[in-house]
């Protein structure tokens, strides 16, 4: 009997040595032929106890990689794309040898770049590399890391954490997901080993005098410019992971995050990329690398040029959620119950929202009046393209039916919904938190519903959007232009027709010239203090014409109610004059006369030359602007909200205003235009104007965000 009791034990000790973490089971048993690759980098590090945090991060690796996935890869013909990329890597350290940051922009350096750029550029035209190509597949990463690129990744990450300056402070739990992981964005399909990045940034990167994360981050763009225009022109038309930097045309924020990402892990920068997957007044969704110092201090790159996620203005996200590369206890993937259905970007255990990093936030719980099998819930917001988005999730109180969320952000629009397979359920009123405004009163939650839900009555709509302030600040600095009249080239005769003396509203308007006779000239001067015309249209004007002429009725003036509509019947029949693009062959595309009130005219001058003299009676111009008013022949639809949006309706405009009948008062409403333009914002509707959300009614305060350093 002792035999075998003894045999059994041995075994039981063998087994317990040889199993490792039941995550890690779980990961070598999805790896299939790929397990042994996995279990050599394991065994690497778990027979060297002086390997022991090693061992640690090796685990963590592989008991996380089941989460993780490539739909695409990349593959390279051959190896002329590395050796050109090569070429250039000596060709630009040599460019750049002894350059002091503080002579990188000079005016030598500058064209000296341009120099090796378009040599180089003419020797690679000659002997072009092949470019990849995508195989587009599912390429789970625990059957497809090898063993030699987690060991050398692994190594890497070790090396910067012990000795880079900006990685050396970090906790094991912070080096975990901030240094280690070969993937930045969850679900993007391509990645890079760290040695590699590191063997292709670090020089560059190390050459900054000054060893601050702005300076560095120069030497990076600098270097990824650089080489990129030193390859002949790609028409790369797909993704291509790392090289997405130096070749073809496809570049958006998440590629350029998740490459900025991994260069700066690799070089030893503490860095993480997150995401939003809204704005409270745009389209779209974004992603930014964050970036941690020694002192706990966070900087943002976000190349794109586009709201940075730190702007204390409307056009924030209302919430922010981190790529993360290990699974989040807290994650509505973890929380859900069994077959609860999950939004698309919440359908992983890799996200962890930092809503409370960017914005001050508050708790809310909410009361439900129905069961729900559901464990989570979530606060929507608006969105132009989808109507509403995911913001933040909460977690439901079956037993005193409530619904508890983590991070409410001030003045935020919320509307309180769960999901029934493909179905967004509302089980509350839209509202929203305002802050407090001394440290001595609380927060307030504000339901914006009906007060008396069965009322109806009339709509007269002008816009679909608010006027955007940056324009009008534009349409400020006209003040001051001039339009002038003259019978020489020349305007050595010019006379003054008028002069823009207050702020244009953003929309056609008139003038009315001081002098009217026939000139061959007309034009625009925009004033010395803004040299900048500015115009988005503009027109000038006669009812003296003839059939010969050609010319084209003038663009009506706006009119914005019913009461204005006989005005323009009793008008005069006004035409435009045509330029002479005989000679100024540019002036049939300039902007300032095209009817598309969007595009600006940059010059400081807006030039009219004419076949021959001609009377100018009316100038009609606009400022440049983004054509959010009711525009004549567009086609909209009203919604409102009444637990999901409803169609109130459909109309033409023939006019620049819109007027719905009896329609439901008293709600959230939201004016499509179905014939144009993706800006839409929604609005309530108070003794008979539009009062947009976030500029009329619901006004984020500057307190209520935190203030970042950004970097382009």
């Not at 996380?64 to 002329?80: G, I």
């Not at 790159?301 to 590369?325: H, L, V």
């Not at 001051?480 to 003396?501: C, H, M, Q, W, Y």
Request: proline fraction near 6%; charged fraction near 20%; hydrophobic fraction near 35%.
């Amino acid at each position: 009997m002792k035999p075998i009791l003894y045999s059994i034990l041995i075994c039981t000790l063998i087994l317990a040595c040889t199993r490792y973490p039941a995550g890690v089971e779980e990961t070598l048993s999805q790896a299939g032929r790929n397990r042994g690759e996995l279990k050599k980098v394991l065994r690497h590090y778990r027979e060297h106890p002086e390997d022991s945090l090693k061992y640690q991060a090796a685990c963590f690796l592989i008991d996380n990689m089941k989460w993780h996935l490539s739909t695409e890869r990349t593959v390279f013909p051959d190896s002329s794309l590395f050796e050109w990329h090569t070429r250039f890597d000596s060709l630009y350290t040599n460019m750049m040898l002894r350059i002091p940051d503080s002579t990188l922009y000079s005016e030598r350096n500058r064209e000296r770049y341009w120099q090796f750029s378009y040599a180089a550029r003419q020797v690679a035209s000659v002997f072009p590399p092949d470019t990849p190509t995508i195989v587009k597949g599912t390429f789970p990463d625990p059957q497809n890391i090898s063993s030699a690129f987690l060991i050398s990744h692994i190594e890497n990450a070790f090396h910067t954490w012990h000795t880079s300056p900006y990685a050396s402070y970090l906790t094991f739990g912070q080096f975990k997901e901030m240094i280690l992981p070969y993937r930045a964005v969850t679900g993007y399909p391509f990645y890079e080993n760290g040695q590699r990045l590191s063997d292709m940034f670090g020089k560059h990167l190390a050459k900054s005098d000054e060893k601050t994360y702005a300076k560095i981050i120069t030497r990076y763009n600098l270097y990824k410019n650089g080489i990129r225009q030193m390859f002949p022109n790609y028409q790369q038309t797909q993704h291509v992971g790392t090289y997405d930097m130096f070749i073809g045309q496809h570049h958006d924020c998440i590629s350029i995050a998740d490459n900025f990402c991994h260069v700066f892990r690799a070089y030893g920068i503490p860095t993480v990329v997150d995401c939003n997957l809204s704005y409270r007044e745009r389209s779209g969704r974004h992603f930014h690398c964050t970036l941690l110092d020694s002192t706990g201090k966070r900087f943002k790159y976000n190349q794109t040029m586009n709201y940075t996620a730190s702007t204390p203005s409307t056009s924030a996200s209302p919430s922010f959620f981190r790529n993360t590369f290990g699974a989040q206890a807290d994650s509505p993937f973890m929380l859900k119950a069994e077959g609860e259905t999950l939004p698309d970007y919440f359908d992983t255990p890799c996200i962890r929202e930092v809503t409370n990093e960017n914005y001050r936030v508050a708790p809310v719980q909410l009361p439900i009046e129905k069961e729900l099998s559901n464990n989570l819930v979530y606060l929507y917001t608006f969105n132009v393209s989808q109507g509403l988005i995911p913001a933040t999730w909460g977690t439901v109180d079956h037993q005193h039916r409530k619904a508890w969320f983590k991070n409410v952000v001030y003045n935020v629009l919320y509307f309180p919904v769960y999901l029934k397979g493909d179905s967004i359920i509302p089980f509350a009123s839209p509202f929203y938190i305002t802050s407090p405004d001394t440290l001595y009163t609380s927060t307030t939650l504000v339901p914006v519903s009906p007060e008396q839900p069965g009322k109806r009555g009339q709509l007269l709509l002008q816009r679909k959007y608010p006027e955007k302030a940056y324009l009008k600040y534009r349409a400020s600095l006209m003040v001051g232009g001039r339009f002038e009249a003259a019978n020489r080239e020349d305007f050595k005769d010019s006379v003054l027709l008028g002069t823009i003396k207050t702020t244009p509203i953003l929309n056609l308007q008139e003038l009315t010239p001081e002098i009217c006779r026939p000139f061959r000239y007309y034009r625009y001067v925009a004033p010395d203090s803004f040299p900048t015309s500015n115009m988005g249209l503009l027109e000038f004007l006669t009812d003296e014409y003839t059939p010969e002429d050609s010319l084209q009725p003038a663009t009506a003036l706006p009119v914005y109610s019913p009461g204005e509509i006989n005005r323009n019947g009793s008008e005069k029949r006004y035409c435009k004059l045509q330029a002479d693009t005989s000679k100024y062959s540019y002036l049939r595309y300039y902007s300032a006369y095209n009817p598309n009130m969007q595009y600006s005219s940059y010059g400081k001058i807006d030039l009219m030359p004419l076949k021959r003299s001609m009377k100018v009676k009316k100038i009609r111009y606009a400022p440049a602007n983004a054509e959010n008013h009711i525009v004549v022949g567009h086609s909209y639809q009203l919604m409102y909200w009444d637990n999901g949006w409803k169609n109130a309706g459909t109309r033409l405009a023939r006019y620049n205003f819109l007027q719905f009948d009896n329609v439901p008062l008293d709600r959230i409403y939201w004016l499509r235009d179905l014939t144009a333009g993706k800006e839409e914002h929604p609005f309530l509707y108070k003794d008979g104007k539009q009062l947009f959300i976030y500029h009329d009614t619901i006004v984020p305060r500057a307190a209520e965000f935190y203030h970042f350093e950004s970097h382009f």
